[in-house]
């Protein structure tokens, strides 16, 4: 399993390429030539970067949903809603399509957040702002996420 470490800043162009930092493409590496699936983010105003390999991986327990199920159908269209693959070129670049990048409010400053088996890209002030709304609910979070009173590790 993939397990990506690291936020790093890095800016776009006018066509929305953007340079993946040379740590990060080291990371990435193994992935890279089955290429990427991008794609709007759930719960933020960002994007997710899946290795394919992951997007497939998630694509086999979204294929398991009943589609005569409408909530199950609505979830469908709008998770995959504007989804496209893309690769990295030979110089480190990504492609971000103009409708994603649109969507997340990313002009030229970018934050590449790895989240563990994915990358987010944000717009750099957006992603200062999220962490800075989260730090005070983290320790909350935290502690009903990870504290399991019956684990010393906090992780079971």
Known sequence: MLNLIGTYEC?????????VPSSLKKQLAPVAANGFVVKR??????????????????????????????KNNDFIRRFTAGVRTIEMD???????????????GIEKEIVLSSAINIVEIWDKQKYEQAIDNAANDFADLAEEVMGDANDANGIS
């Open 11 to 19: 800016k776009a162009d006018a066509k929305g390429r953007l340079m």
């Open 90 to 104: 030979a110089t480190g670049r990504l492609n971000i399509p103009k409708d994603l990048m649109m969507f997340a």
């Open 41 to 70: 983010a759930v719960f933020q105003k960002c994007l997710e970067l899946y290795p394919l390999d992951e997007w497939q991986s998630l694509m086999e327990k979204v294929s398991g949903l009943n589609r005569f199920s409408r």
